[in-house]
């Protein structure tokens, strides 16, 4: 223990020395600004200062990065607040509650829950850093392909959860979103399946993509579909502030999100998006009133920012305690490392002490001045809202082509965002719920990438699934939920609350 | 008697010699403004480290920018096919690597280019190191018990690679061949979740370089380099023949610069010597070694034979295994 | 598992107007549904199925593409025994014109730039609102996109093409 203490200390040395501390502020701040930019999220901020780093000492570029990452996961939830428009992945489940408060004239309140939710989970998660990677390494090390494959399947099951109304439209949704998560070349085998010949698709069609179509430009669509008066109108703002019955709300959720985004955050390839889904299928399904999720339900903002942010912190345990980079976000990190000439190992921890543990402490830093930046910038955003809204939608329009340009700088791309966004209003006046696609599509490919992995090393056995105990665990849990699904009693109450 | 490719190469030279004398005079007054270093993998990964080193060398050297756009998908082919059909005016660069010229374009029949006709090779950059990696629970200390053990027991290991058709998965079949073992491949999404899956013993061998640092750490044995010499990190570990399997062929990895069909000679040349002098640059070398590589400086000729001895070496494997994207 | 009795429930749950859609909505759903299902079946044909231990790259993509016909098929019973017809309004200006916006923001931005393309889309997209009023188009669409040429252009230093080549 008091070696983690000393090791702490050297890190909160390295980190508040001047520069560091310098570099830290400018990563979150720059994060916050663009991550505000829609469709422009973490990778394309990272990617386009990545050369920067290449003039600063390793441990300042490093905390750099490390600051506009989860600074940009920070902004990329304000404009899911503000406009629907979620930046990232994690962000489509900001979008639901989240907007659905500043509808109500709450951003304010929505925002500040979104910045306090995080830092405490920020806070938590860098001494769990400290303290528990080894251990959580090795649980993720557990999960092979069957486990994941059981995750991804309990993962889909929860999925008709997010549901408002007719749990059948929600599995059609889910049936979609799979469907469109196959598009792009077959992991296992390298076969085209519905590209139509187009090289972009081999890929896959960017979760990005699909998201910004499905809820920014489609949201712009139906506001303009209202009547003159109906066109992004709001109630006028209230408070910036949280209530005394917003904070009792809103703290066990922020609890909750975080242990489940810690935990997520730390399986490689995609954990980190789970957490916030994982935390919003939760409250709602723990919830005495799951009626109010979906119109503006606080909880769904602070338990799914606060998983969003502990998931993004955790996602750096399998590189510093392993040195394998778990997603894109830290194979750019891991790049960063290779252009100063380090290579990330496990003993990077012996090897470069002050790099190490400076960038874990400066975590801490960084969540507190994205505080302090997002905080009196709410103010600010919540008044840009103001501005009429036949100013605003050419502005977020246009912000939406340029963000996923940029992605990929993929013109036929942007054109799919346009398909995308048709589908959004078709489906949406058809009452079919949006989240459950969104999540089948992220799960979709990785499902079906375990699966046949998980047959190809049991040499087709399926008891693969039930003969690894936490795979079986996983699977009792789906059949559960299930279970509860399909009970009458449950679903006549869930019916009747969810319409009333 | 005049073959067909003879004849277009004498066209060739006839055409170089005809335009030669205004392009000896373009190629001096290069650069005149900034150029692009279109690297067609995702940012962050080696491809994208070692084209920012040779960027900033290049831009010291020449005077102008020299700008990194990654271009990202369909296994490096879209940022390939970029180039390809730029202008051959030295102002439009490729960071090419063994996957992009020597594997894609025998188990791809869909691409939008010719491999051998739409670039020029300018410079070899860097060869990579790779090396055949146990999970430790394997019970094999050297190479020869463990190509003794996959012989024995035909279809009970499996090894990683980071996708169909990568550097990995052919250097997996090279190893089949050459041990005659039958290791089944799995395929992953990338390197990352491919060494996770050999580090926890999901997996039991992948060949590459991605987990040298991992190994050295012990979460990995590493039985032998694959390439002809042994690394200079890590002197005690034996080349394949040096370790009993002589038979083993693949080609090592490379990144190096190329341009587009049909750059003049003195151009290619210039920057041939700048990339260079650029990756000979001590610290480039030392940052180069942290990732198992080492700086190669070649001829622009002697690059153009390498890739085309490379892409028979792995056209005849992609033959023999029936490896395609396209079923 | 009726879906008579699902519907029942909801119509006498739920207020007048959705319980009116509701029919009309599950029918065009499922239709739509059961379409794309089809299609992929269609287009997915060839992929090879392939077995339990070497599941092939038409394995998921049939089971998928089938379970979508299905779902569409319930849901369009399901509906025909609902009670409500009124098929959901659609303004179809707007969903065209920010469609366009989008789309002609793709086909320019590699040719003629970022400024070229942002003046397009937005000139199309703001002619999507119900009141648009016209004298102030230019300047929204001026200032837009010379906002985003400085920013994207020059102070983030975003490569993407900013002027017409």
């Known amino acids: 223990m008091s070696e983690i203490v000393q090791s702490l200390a050297l890190g909160f040395g390295v980190a508040a020395s001047l520069s560091n501390l310098w570099y830290c502020f400018l990563g979150a701040l720059i994060g916050t600004l663009i991550g505000v930019l829609p469709g422009i999220g973490p990778i394309a901020t990272?990617?386009?200062l990545l050369p920067l780093t290449y003039y600063l000492q390793p441990t300042e570029a490093l905390i750099m990065l490390a600051g506009i990452y989860y600074g940009a996961q920070y902004g990329g939830s304000t404009t899911a607040v503000l406009m629907r428009l979620p930046g990232e992945s994690s962000s489509v489940v900001t979008c639901l509650d989240g907007y659905a408060m500043a509808r109500k004239g709450r951003a304010g309140t929505a925002l500040a829950t979104a910045a306090l939710a995080s830092f405490f989970a920020g806070t938590v998660v860098t001494l769990l850093i400290a303290i528990a990677s080894p251990a959580l390494t090795e649980l993720a090390q557990k999960f092979g392909p069957a486990e994941y494959f059981s995750l991804m399947a309990l993962g889909l099951v929860a999925a008709v959860v997010f549901a408002q109304g007719s749990p059948l439209r929600a599995v059609g949704a889910i049936f979609l979103g799979l469907?469109?998560?196959?598009?792009?070349?077959?992991?296992n085998t390298g076969f085209d399946r519905f590209t139509f010949d187009r090289p972009e698709l081999r890929d896959g069609i960017g979760v990005v993509v699909v998201s910004m179509g499905l809820f920014g430009i489609a949201e712009i669509m139906l506001n303009l579909s209202g009547g003159p008066e109906g066109q992004g109108e709001r109630t006028k703002l209230s408070r910036l502030w949280l209530t005394k019955e917003d904070f009792r709300a809103a703290w066990p959720a922020t609890l909750r999100g975080t242990g489940l985004g810690a935990l997520l955050g730390v399986l490689p390839g995609g954990g980190a998006m789970l957490g916030s889904f994982a935390s919003y299928a939760i409250e709602k399904r723990i919830s005495d009133t799951p009626e109010r999720f979906g119109e503006g339900a606080i909880e769904g903002?602070?338990?799914?920012?606060?998983?969003n942010n502990a998931g993004a912190q955790s996602s750096f345990i399998p590189m510093l305690a392993l040195g394998i980079p778990g997603n894109s976000v830290m194979a750019m990190m891991a790049g960063a490392m290779l252009i100063h000439g380090i290579a990330p190992s496990p003993n990077l921890a012996s090897t470069q002490p002050q790099l190490f543990w400076g960038l874990i402490a400066s975590m801490w830093f960084g969540n507190f001045m994205l505080l302090v930046i997002n905080l009196p910038l709410i103010g600010l955003w919540v008044k840009l809202l103001a501005a009429p809204y036949r100013m605003l939608f050419p502005a977020i329009l246009l912000f939406c082509c340029i963000g996923i340009y940029t992605v990929n700088n993929s013109a036929f791309e942007v054109g799919l965002v346009a398909l995308f966004g048709l589908l959004g209003v078709v489906l949406a006046k058809l009452e079919c719920p949006l989240a459950p696609l969104v999540l089948a599509f992220i799960l979709g490919p990785m499902m079906e990438e375990n699966l046949r992995r998980a047959m190809l090393l049991s040499r087709g056995d399926p008891s693969i699934f039930l003969s690894r105990p936490i795979s079986l665990g996983l699977l009792i849990a789906c059949a559960l939920v299930v279970a509860l699904l399909l009970m009458p009693n449950f679903r006549r109450a869930r019916e009747a609350a969810t319409e009333a | 008697m005049i073959t067909p490719s003879r004849r277009s190469a004498l066209g060739l030279i006839a055409a170089a010699s005809l335009a030669a004398l205004p392009q000896v005079a373009m190629a001096q007054a290069y650069p005149t403004k900034p150029v692009k270093i279109i690297v067609p993998f995702a940012a962050g990964g080696r491809a994208d480290a070692l084209a920012r080193m040779l960027a900033q060398g290049l831009q010291e050297q020449m005077g102008q920018p020299f700008v990194v756009e990654n271009r990202g998908g369909a296994s490096g082919s879209l940022g390939s096919d970029l180039v390809a059909k730029a202008p051959p005016d030295g102002y439009t660069l490729l960071l090419a690597s063994t996957g992009t010229q020597a594997i894609l374009p025998k188990i791809s029949a869909k691409l939008p280019y010719d491999a051998d006709r739409d670039f020029t090779p300018i410079a070899l950059m860097v060869e990579s190191y790779s090396f055949i990696g146990v999970h430790p629970g394997v019970k094999a200390s050297n190479l020869k018990e463990f190509v003794d053990l996959a012989r024995a027991k035909p279809g009970e290991f499996n090894y990683a690679s980071s996708g169909v058709g990568t550097y990995n998965h052919f250097a997996g079949e090279f190893f089949n061949i050459a041990a005659g073992s039958k290791i089944t491949h799995i395929a992953y999404r990338?390197?990352?979740p491919s060494v996770n899956d050999l580090v926890a013993g999901h997996v039991q061998m992948m060949i590459g370089g991605e987990f040298v640092e991992v190994a050295q750490a012990g979460k990995v044995r590493i039985l032998a380099t694959t390439n002809p010499q042994r690394w200079p990190g890590l002197p005690d570990i034996p080349t394949m023949k040096e370790a009993g399997l002589a038979e083993f062929s693949a080609p090592p990895l490379w990144f190096g610069l190329l341009g587009p069909g049909g750059m003049p000679r003195e151009l290619v040349e210039k920057l041939n010597q700048a990339a260079n002098k650029a990756m000979s640059d001590p610290k480039t070398v030392e940052r180069v070694k942290a990732a198992a590589s080492i700086v190669r400086t070649e001829s622009a000729d002697a690059f153009a034979g390498l890739i085309k001895a490379?892409?028979?070496?792995?056209?005849?494997?992609?033959r023999q295994t029936n490896m395609k994207f396209e079923e | 598992m009726s879906p008579l009795n699902d519907s029942d429930v909801r119509a006498a749950a739920a207020p007048p107007e959705t319980a009116q859609a509701s029919g009309a909505n599950d029918i065009l759903l499922g239709l739509l549904f059961a379409a794309i299902g089809a299609a992929a079946l269609f287009i997915g044909r060839d992929y090879v199925f392939g077995s339990s231990l070497r599941m092939g790259p038409g394995f998921l993509p049939r089971i998928v593409a089938?379970?979508?016909?299905?779902?569409?098929?319930?849901?369009?019973?399901?509906?025909?025994?609902?009670?409500?017809?009124?098929?959901?309004?659609?303004?179809?200006?707007?969903?065209v014109l920010i469609s366009l916006a989008v789309i002609v923001f793709s086909a320019t931005i590699d040719r003629l730039g970022l400024f070229v393309a942002s003046l397009l889309t937005v000139s199309i997209g703001a002619c999507a609102g119900q009141e648009v009023r016209w004298k102030e188009l230019p300047f929204v669409a001026l200032g837009l996109a010379a906002f985003c040429t400085i920013l994207f252009g020059y102070l983030l230093k975003i490569s993407m093409p900013v002027w017409p080549r």
């Open chain 1, 179 to 187: 469907l469109l998560g196959l598009i792009g070349a077959d992991v």
């Open chain 2, 190 to 192: 990338g390197s990352g």
């Open chain 1, 301 to 307: 903002v602070a338990g799914p920012e606060a998983a």
């Open chain 3, 66 to 95: 089938g379970g979508l016909v299905l779902l569409g098929i319930v849901l369009m019973i399901r509906g025909m025994f609902a009670r409500g017809w009124a098929p959901p309004a659609m303004v179809w200006r707007p969903i």
């Open chain 1, 46 to 48: 990272m990617a386009m």
């Open chain 2, 310 to 318: 490379e892409q028979k070496a792995f056209g005849d494997v992609a």
